[in-house]
């Protein structure tokens, strides 16, 4: 952590800008003109975020899944024949800012984010497989 005192004019070609900081904690590692790949936070805003791989894009338009069956194992109807099925809803989504391998949502109204079973990695893949038995039905 550090405060930023000074802020270049300039952008260089490799696409960096000098800044001029003071470190919170001192780190006697660090020596002058040591170049650091830094994140800069103008502003914490707590906001709703999934991680990017839990979100699709599918006819201009951003979806992510949520898992509304999920097979039962103590389910007489479910044996090794027949594991059962996860069933999933697809959900339209708006998203913004992406950071950091993370992307707010605003999800749809009423949505409890607190009991949704909401896909974090391959929801591409569920999507693509769900479009694909439908063309084949």
């Not at 170049?35 to 951003?62: H, N, R, Y």
């Not at 979806?63 to 007489?76: D, G, H, K, L, V």
């Not at 594991?83 to 708006?94: A, D, H, S, Y």
Request: glycine share 4%.
């Amino acid at each position: 952590m550090a405060t930023i005192h000074l802020i270049g004019r300039e952008i260089s070609a490799e696409r960096t800008v000098r800044v001029h900081c003071h470190l919170v904690k001192e780190d006697s590692q660090l020596l002058p003109w040591y170049f650091l790949k830094a994140i800069v936070e103008i502003e914490a805003l707590e906001t709703p975020a999934l991680p990017d791989q839990a979100i699709a894009s599918f006819e201009g338009k951003k979806y992510i899944m949520r898992c509304i069956s999920m097979p039962n194992a103590n389910s007489a109807k479910d044996s090794k024949e027949n594991p059962g099925e996860f069933t999933f809803e697809m959900l339209e989504i708006e998203t913004g800012v992406s950071e950091s391998g993370y992307t707010a949502v605003i999800l749809p109204d009423n949505f409890d984010t607190k009991t949704a079973n909401i896909v974090v990695k391959g929801t591409y893949d569920i999507l693509s497989e769900n479009e694909n038995s439908e063309e084949e039905e």
